[in-house]
């Protein structure tokens, strides 16, 4: 690999680490019953059908959607519909308004133009843990950014002193060399007064398919850096189209949060109910997201089985069944949690916990 750059050969090597990328799933259980079930990825699979009955009926691509004019930062329509919704859900104490958003291809992406825009290479991002693992590769693979963590318990995310975390962690990247030029907040805290947001139809909307994300900042500074990268990372005009749609309907994203709440209610009791069933303990008290939070340690295997630790075995032995779970994504300080998302057919849901029982017994 002479004739690639550095920072390009140190993302590929990325791509080799065990265990870090999810299989796509395939099973379903009319037309592919022996199919893998993945618990893995985090998608709103409940709510599709509402969305391709809402695009059909309601979306029509105008001709600039298909020009550079249409799409270039959100284009004229969808930072509007946007900053609506936002300030019906969100009521920030004073309102966003459209000039205030520049909308690219997914939150991950501006991530990335974040990471680009306000730190330099071998920079810092700091973020509690347990959390999204792949925020690695988010401000790390392009931008060669590093997420620094603070070493609490999930518990700890909802008390205050997580402050205290944070400030340890940043200590400790000093020390190492590590200069922290932001802090990721994904958790329920707020050890900062001043954010640039960041806000995707991916999970509220279900839509990770549509590719749209976008950064909410009174930072004019930023809001520079950003236009200054948006030409690599504009949105298609045709999902613009269908997420402004979306947006500009309000009675209708009222009702569709609605029952995406109640779809993920009944979701999520299907789960924890079967789990208790089993005797398998999870982090009880959550009210939002698409997964729970499990812990597998009683069943954490002995032997390595050629992996690097137990928790890689314990995966292992998962998919040797035909089930998914990502070993050591979230960055936990205490083995064997697993990520478990249940936001999709509960008939996958009840199979997949059947041959977890069969794997663990």
Not at 214 to 232: D, K
Request: hydrophobic share 40%; proline share 6%; glycine share 8%.
């Amino acid at each position: 690999m002479g004739f690639l750059s550095q920072r390009a050969i140190e993302a590929v090597g990325g791509l080799d680490l065990p265990w870090r990328f999810a299989p796509r799933g395939d099973y379903d259980a009319d037309h592919n019953p022996n199919g893998l079930i993945s618990f893995g990825t985090a998608e709103h699979a409940l709510v599709t059908e509402e969305l391709k009955e809402f695009t059909d009926k309601n979306v029509t691509i105008s001709h600039d959607d298909f020009l550079y004019r249409g799409s270039h930062a959100g284009g004229p329509r969808f930072p509007k519909a946007l900053a609506a919704h936002l300030n019906e859900y969100f009521q920030p104490y004073s309102p966003v308004t459209p000039d205030m958003i520049r909308c690219v291809g997914a939150a991950t992406a501006m991530h990335d133009i974040l990471a680009w825009g306000v730190a330099d290479p071998g920079d810092g991002v700091l973020t509690s843990r347990p959390v999204y693992g792949r925020f690695e590769l988010d401000f790390g693979n392009m931008s060669q950014v590093r997420v620094v963590y603070s070493n609490n318990k999930i518990e700890e995310a909802f008390q205050g002193d997580i402050v205290e975390k944070f400030e340890e962690a940043l200590l400790r990247s000093r020390k190492a060399g590590v200069n922290v030029k932001m802090v990721l907040i994904v958790n329920p805290h707020n050890p900062l007064e001043l954010l640039h947001v960041t806000y995707g139809l991916s999970k509220d909307f279900g839509a990770a398919g549509l590719r749209l994300g976008a950064i909410i900042t009174r930072s004019q500074p930023v809001l520079r850096a950003i236009e200054a990268a948006m030409r690599f990372n504009n949105p298609s005009g045709a999902s613009l189209a269908i997420g402004s749609a979306l947006l500009e309907d309000r009675a209708w994203c009222r009702a569709f949060i609605d029952s995406s709440r109640l779809k993920l209610a009944q979701a999520h009791r299907h789960i924890t109910s079967q789990l208790s069933d089993m005797g398998i303990k999870y982090l009880p008290g959550s009210n939002a997201g698409f997964f729970v939070w499990v812990d597998l340690s009683p069943y954490l295997p002995s032997e390595f089985d050629g992996e690097l630790n137990q928790e890689f075995a314990l995966a292992k032995r998962l998919h040797k069944v035909g089930v998914f779970l990502h070993p050591r994504e979230e960055h936990s300080i205490e083995p064997g949690w697993f990520r478990m998302v249940y936001s999709q057919d509960p008939r996958t849901v009840t199979e997949g916990l059947r041959r977890i029982h069969k794997a663990i017994s």
